[in-house]
């Protein structure tokens, strides 16, 4: 039997895989390396290369190698993009969770493991607990919370298991710092090591609580090991609050320079953003908690490694309207 990561190659999902190896898992890694790299995955897992559109092949992995769980983390996770790229975001996002949640049911996986987020919750919700009603306001929380309901719905006429988690601002190694639509520490740590300014949207005062990967990941692995866990929906992520300007000056500190922002137009998104936790504390105990000073530095401490990357310019925008300056580029 086998745990099926999809988006393995890519930032959480390459720390699930290494999680799941610890614990003596066998592992296969989907991924169409469109977001991850290769060098990502641990050469002890499986890796097929492709996409879960691909309905042929997502059949053949179930079939070839038995698969028990599935931890689903493939997406486009880029919130404030997703209004100008609605078709890619569903097809991508919603349409391609479908064919894993079809192949699940028809193998009679004993869990799937969903990677939702907290866009689903919208906006004037603090903190965001699992028991309030959704409303999200982008394209990327809109096909997230279709996802939910959809395994919803198959627990309900297939009972097929599920485990939603929630997570928000995840950061931390092997992130894709050469993203400029998303993740907002590694686009300052790519910014930084490029010698560029670092751009903020507005004035900085949005307030986010960033999460470091390693405080995420094995919370997640150890979910299917805890049936009292299957069926519910999970907030998992930091609790203290920060806004962009401070993370701002965090980063710098870690790469030893001083802050040179450059403040960009305001977007349209969600200026305050934090969850309570206290659900998945009453499931899983406490754990530890990194404080952004350290997580920020031993990001800093891989990416200088790693060393900096191009930015690519996202190649189908849908709708030009609205859209950024900064992301006409």
Request: contains cysteine.
């Amino acid at each position: 039997m086998a745990v099926l990561v999809t988006g393995g190659a890519g930032f959480i999902g390459s720390h699930i895989v290494n999680d799941l190896l610890d614990r003596k898992e066998n592992v296969v890694v989907l991924d169409d390396l469109s977001g991850g790299f290769k060098d990502n995955v641990n050469p002890k897992a499986t890796f097929v290369e492709g996409s879960i559109n691909d309905i042929s092949l997502v059949k053949r992995i179930f079939e070839q190698h038995r698969i028990e769980y599935v931890f689903h983390l493939a997406a486009y996770a880029a919130e404030g993009l997703s209004h100008f790229i609605k078709r890619f975001n569903y097809e991508n996002n919603l349409i391609g969770s479908v064919n894993l949640i079809n192949a699940s049911i028809n193998h009679d996986v004993k869990c799937f493991v969903f990677t939702s987020s907290i866009a689903v919750y919208g906006p004037g919700q603090l903190p965001m607990r699992e028991d309030m009603a959704p409303t999200p306001e982008d394209s990327y929380g809109i096909a997230k919370l279709a996802v939910e309901q959809e395994l919803k719905a198959s627990k309900h006429m297939f009972d097929l298991n599920y485990i939603i988690f929630r997570p928000h601002n995840v950061y931390g190694e092997y992130q894709n710092i050469g993203d400029k639509y998303r993740n907002v520490v590694g686009i300052f740590m790519n910014q930084i090591m490029q010698g560029e300014p670092m751009t903020v949207f507005g004035d900085g005062e949005q307030t986010r609580a960033f999460s470091y990967i390693r405080d995420v990941s094995p919370i997640m692995v150890d979910a299917i090991h805890e049936p009292k866990a299957y069926n519910e929906i999970f907030n998992i992520g930091a609790d203290e609050v920060f806004n962009v300007n401070t993370l701002a000056k965090v980063v710098c500190q870690a790469f030893g320079v001083e802050p040179k922002i450059q403040h960009l137009q305001a977007r349209k998104e969600v200026v305050h953003a934090y969850s309570d936790h206290s659900k998945i504390r009453r499931f899983f105990g406490e754990r530890q908690h990194t404080k952004l000073d350290d997580g920020v530095h031993a990001m800093a401490a891989w990416a200088k490694k790693v060393g900096a990357r191009q930015s690519k310019k996202f190649g189908n925008i849908e709708i030009s309207r609205n859209l950024p300056p900064s992301w006409r580029e």
